[in-house]
């Protein structure tokens, strides 16, 4: 595959970003990647300042002044995080064709313009752990970008690596899960790891394969005396196509409540990353309900990357996601 890769990456300086980089070098990510380092300088920067009315008070002019100068105090900081994170990307990966930014902007929101002026394959930000109240109250930057941007999101929490790497995939039947299993296949692994795939079967995923157009149908068979049938035939599916890639496989079907199953799977078995394919909802639904991508990515004690189908663009990816 010639096409570069792109990856943007979100950076402040702060612990939680230090260990973005860090986990790039677990991420399996290919040789050929164009990267932007992106640090928000969160302020508002004015325009260049026309000439002045006579009758504007000198004291606005000076406020204005002032103000001005500060953000871009501010933005040449930004300036400085963003290079130095690039010294160490081009050091721990001298192949990449890495750059930096920093707009003057609210960090989510800088993220979000720029992959849609810029599409990325994939957004790289940390996650601060906001406890569940403050998440409801303020958000966080990790959060509103899983839920906004069109393109895979990998949320990472500092963690300690161990050898061999154990990676836990989600299945659900849907084109996020399936996107999430070639882009695990496709990825450059270190020799060893494991894989732990993992089938939740929860009354919403049963009931949906009823639907004519559903994806999981294709694992339906005359016969089948019930569910578990048709799981285990998509799960031994999905885990040879791991195995052709030169994984290790194992697989667990399990019934419940995938947003809870996923995570304590992810602990039990110790794992360093979640992979998952992106199912949410949209709007007031998705405030009220939440989807599993999103309530992993902000349960998950460990990193957790949100996989989206890349044929998807924005707009089919809004229908699919309604569905």
Known sequence: MDKHMRILIAYDGSSHAKAVLEDLKWAGLPPKVEAVVLTAADVWLLPEPKPASPSVPASVIAAAEKSRRQAQQAVRAAEILAEAACQQL???????QVRAEAPADSPAWAIIKKCEAWPADLVVVGSRGLSNLESLILGSVSQKVVTEVGCSVRVVRPQARREPLCLLVGLDGSPGADAAIRTVAERRWPAGVQIHLVTVADPRMLTAIAAPDHPARQWLQAGDENEWAWLHRMSEAAAGKLEAAGLKVSTLIASGDPKQILVEEAEACDA???????????????????????????????????????????GEMGEKENR
């Open 272 to 314: 360093d990353c979640i992979f998952v394919g992106a199912r949410g909802h949209r709007g007031l639904q998705r405030l009220l309900l939440g989807s599993v991508a999103t309530a992993v990515a902000a349960r998950a004690g460990c990193t957790v990357e949100v996989v989206r189908p890349k044929a998807l663009t924005q």
């Open 90 to 96: 081009r050091a721990d990966f001298p192949d990449w």
